[in-house]
């Protein structure tokens, strides 16, 4: 049973840095893939970023690229996301997420497993 938890949110103010860590815990084989998604009250849960795990290579939303880094801890079973210049409108709350299916990771839907979420909060 994969189990993935999310650490690392907080209040910040407009231009601030924070960083979210997802610990995955209970799986032996790495997952095809890892994504951080985020929702905002009223709106679509949105797909920020995501890390392939096989050959590492990541993509970004165009709403978070240059300002956002995913990276991974293949030792430490961790996932890793760096946000800097954050605006007010990265308020949500943020989640983890992975998948071994192709399908769910090429589409960014019906992931298997999440975490709990982390609340970050941004400030003008």
């Known amino acids: 049973q994969v189990q993935l938890v999310e650490s690392g949110g907080g209040s910040v103010q407009a231009g601030g840095s924070l960083r979210l860590s997802c610990a995955a815990i209970g799986y032996t084989l790495s997952p095809y893939c890892m994504v951080w998604f985020r929702q905002a009250p009223g709106k679509e849960r949105e797909g920020v970023a995501i890390?392939?795990?096989?050959?590492?290579?990541?993509s970004l939303a165009d709403s978070v690229k240059g300002r956002f880094t995913i990276s991974r801890d293949k030792v430490k079973n961790t996932l890793d996301l760096q946000m800097s210049s954050l605006k007010p409108e990265d308020t949500a709350m943020y989640y983890c997420?992975?998948?071994?299916?192709?399908?769910?990771?090429?589409?960014?839907?019906?992931?298997?497993?999440w975490g709990q979420g982390t609340q970050v909060t941004v400030s003008s």
């Open positions: 890390i392939r795990t096989g050959d590492g290579s990541t």
């Open positions: 997420a992975a998948d071994y299916r192709t399908y769910a990771c090429f589409s960014l839907t019906s992931f298997r497993y």
